[in-house]
Structures are given as structure tokens and as C-alpha cells.
């Protein structure tokens, strides 16, 4: 890709509108100062000194943070929140981004999944995580939660470019995304063929049908080696497979993110590895995933082929790996400057690369 094309992406990127369906978690590290600390009254146990909180919108939130980042001209939101303090925080953290969040029921039938993260603050400033405190929902979704979801993303889906449906739960049907909604998801992506649907999932990507996949590498071996650990080597003719495979089972060309290896898609039929942006310092892989998969949904909003969409996705998670201690973005100017340094001046890496397999 020349910089010229790159540049040409982004501005399509600029009028693009996109919709992000799945749950909404919020964030919220309390930063702790063990200097500080108090032994209580009750207990004699140490009461530790909240110096300062830090809350932002995760989960589906994370890849609607990065659509933002990259300027996409329109994004909208289909979930649900508790009618609690933590979905407040939530909507305004996306409110503030520009966020639509008209499509987000409020409702006290559940609560506001949260990731809660004690951080001790170390002599040298640095902060460290503690064990993390979780809020999920641990009853099924009710029925008439999902039928209002379903109205809502086919509401949405008609002013629409694009769709991501984000699966972020390990749990069935414990959220947004259910067995129902899937198969909603489906017949919309049947009906509208040239609608981009795109679906990322941590447990139930094969569940997914008529929709462009994502999933990384280990996730999926485990399609074609069921026997696999995820620990294994990454193996491009494996992905190779898995790629295939995913095609076969959903119908549209889907996306395998390889971690340092980069991202590997199909592109007339052929398997192509799309090699990641080096990096030589420190790294910071939280977030990485899903400012991938915005990079290559908005590519693909902007008249990408699947190579290039997969080059935008590698950009947009190189950017963000940088970015310590925060689940970063990445925004068009960064982009730009990673591509210069990636690229420019005479540099000629490959940005593509055939596994063995066909």
C-alpha cells in the first residue's frame, strides 16, 4: 500500500457509519497509595486509600473508543446497562466521546458488567494491579431484553455501513449477544448482502453465521485441531485452514489476527499473511484486539480490499501496543506516522506473505 492510498482510506473512513452491538463493561481502576493506609476499627484488616479512580467505557466500549479515535464520520451503540451508578458512567464516558448511545436500554433487571482493579502505587510511581473485583450478570438475559436488542440493531443496521457484533462473554447468553440475537444477526446479513456484518467473539465465533469472522490464532486451531492447547507455535499453514474453514461455515471471507505475526485474511480466494508493525520497545497488548478489528472495519467501510483492511487493522494495533499501562487508540495521524516509520524513506519490508498451504 503507497501512503497515497493510506491517506485516501482515511478520509473515506471520515463518512463512514458504523454500529457496535454487544455488552458494555466499564473499567474502573482505583489508584491505591499503601502509604496511606489505615487499619480499621472492625476488622484490624488494612483499609486501604483510594488516592484517585480512573473510569473508562470496556468491552464493546473499547472497539467504539477506537472507531472514534480513527474518525469514522457516525458510531452508534446497541447494548444494555443497569440502571445503576456504573451504566451513568458508562453512557457519559461514550457521550464524551461523540458517541450515539440512543440504542443503550437502561434497565434494573440487570447491572452494569465492571471490571474493578485495585492499582497499589509503588515507591517509583509505577502502579501495580491487584486482584481484580468482577460484576457480571449471572442470570440469562430476560426474553424481552433481547426482543427490544433486536428492534434496536434492526433499527440502526438500516443507517448503517457496517455492523460489529461484539461477543465479549464466556457465558451463554448471559448478555447482550445471544443464541437468539445470532440468529437475528444472521437473517439481517442474509437480507442486506452488501451490509459489512463482522463479528468478534471470545468463546462462540462458529456460532456466528453470514457474517465476516474474527477470531486470533489460537482460537483458530482449536476449529481445525480440536485437540490444540493455544499453546502451540504459531503456524501459519494451521491458520491457513482455519481461515477456510470459517469461510465455508459463515459464508463470508473472515479475518485471523496472529498476534506479532499480524493478521491473516483471504483475498480472491488466497490466504495472505498481513505481517504486523515491528516494534523494538516496551509493548502493551491490552486493547489490541479490538483496535484491530476497527481498523479493518472502517478500511472495508472505505472501499478496502481485505488486504488492505488487514494492513489498516495491523496499523491501528501497532499504534495502540505502545500506548502503557492504557487501552489505547489510534488516530489517523498516528497512523500515518507509524506507516512513515514502518515504510518511508526507502524502507521495502513485504507486507504480505503466502502461507505454504493452498
Known amino acids: 500500500m503507497k501512503r497515497e492510498r493510506l491517506t485516501e482510506l482515511l478520509a473515506g473512513i471520515a463518512v463512514a457509519r458504523i454500529c457496535v452491538i454487544g455488552d458494555?463493561?466499564?473499567?474502573?481502576?482505583?489508584?491505591?497509595?499503601?502509604?496511606?493506609?489505615?487499619?480499621?476499627?472492625e476488622t484490624g484488616l488494612a483499609a486501604h486509600q483510594v488516592v484517585y479512580t480512573r473510569k473508562t467505557p470496556g468491552a464493546a466500549g473499547t472497539v467504539l473508543n477506537n472507531l472514534a479515535a480513527l474518525g469514522v464520520g457516525a458510531v452508534s451503540v446497541v447494548s444494555m446497562v443497569g440502571d445503576d451508578g456504573e451504566g451513568y458512567e458508562v453512557l457519559r464516558g461514550l457521550n464524551q466521546r461523540g458517541i450515539n448511545t440512543d440504542g443503550v436500554i437502561k434497565s434494573a433487571d440487570i447491572v452494569t458488567p465492571t471490571y474493578f482493579k485495585p492499582m497499589f502505587i509503588q515507591p517509583n510511581g509505577a502502579a501495580v494491579e491487584g486482584n481484580r473485583l468482577d460484576f457480571?450478570?449471572?442470570?440469562?438475559?430476560?426474553?424481552?431484553?433481547?426482543?427490544?436488542?433486536?428492534?434496536?440493531?434492526?433499527?440502526?443496521?438500516?443507517?448503517?455501513d457496517a455492523v460489529i457484533a461484539l461477543d465479549q462473554l464466556t457465558d451463554a447468553n448471559k448478555g447482550v449477544i445471544t443464541d437468539t440475537m445470532r440468529d437475528e444477526l444472521a437473517?439481517?446479513?442474509?437480507?442486506?448482502?452488501?451490509?459489512?456484518?463482522y463479528a468478534d467473539s471470545r468463546a462462540f465465533i462458529q456460532?456466528?453465521?453470514?457474517?465476516?469472522?474474527?477470531?486470533?490464532?489460537?482460537?483458530?486451531?482449536?476449529?481445525?485441531?480440536?485437540?490444540?492447547?493455544?499453546d502451540e507455535t504459531f503456524s501459519a499453514d494451521i491458520t491457513a485452514k482455519a481461515l477456510k474453514e470459517l469461510e465455508k461455515r459463515a459464508g463470508r471471507p473472515p479475518f485471523i489476527s496472529c498476534g506479532a505475526n499480524g493478521v491473516m485474511c483471504l483475498q480472491n480466494g488466497e490466504a495472505i499473511l498481513v505481517p504486523a508493525a515491528r516494534q523494538t520497545g516496551p509493548i502493551d497488548i491490552c486493547g489490541a484486539g479490538d483496535a484491530c478489528s476497527a481498523g479493518i472495519v472502517s478500511a472495508l467501510c472505505a472501499g478496502a480490499d481485505n488486504t488492505e483492511a488487514?494492513?489498516?487493522?495491523?496499523?491501528?494495533?501497532?499504534?495502540?501496543?505502545?500506548?502503557?499501562?492504557?487501552?489505547?487508540?489510534?488516530?489517523?495521524?498516528e497512523i500515518l506516522a507509524l506507516f512513515d516509520e514502518q515504510f518511508g524513506d526507502g524502507c521495502r519490508r513485504p507486507i504480505c506473505q503466502k502461507p505454504a498451504w493452498r
Open 24 to 41: 458494555l463493561f466499564l473499567d474502573k481502576h482505583a489508584f491505591i497509595d499503601p502509604s496511606l493506609d489505615e487499619p480499621s476499627l
Open 187 to 197: 437473517a439481517i446479513a442474509n437480507e442486506r448482502p452488501a451490509l459489512i456484518m
Open 136 to 160: 457480571k450478570n449471572i442470570n440469562e438475559t430476560p426474553a424481552r431484553l433481547t426482543q427490544a436488542l433486536i428492534g434496536l440493531i434492526r433499527e440502526a443496521s438500516l443507517n448503517a
Open 310 to 333: 488487514a494492513f489498516m487493522g495491523n496499523l491501528a494495533a501497532g499504534v495502540t501496543v505502545r500506548k502503557l499501562g492504557e487501552t489505547g487508540t489510534a488516530s489517523p495521524r
Open 207 to 230: 456460532q456466528f453465521r453470514r457474517m465476516t469472522l474474527k477470531c486470533n490464532d489460537k482460537e483458530a486451531a482449536r476449529i481445525v485441531a480440536p485437540d490444540s492447547t493455544g
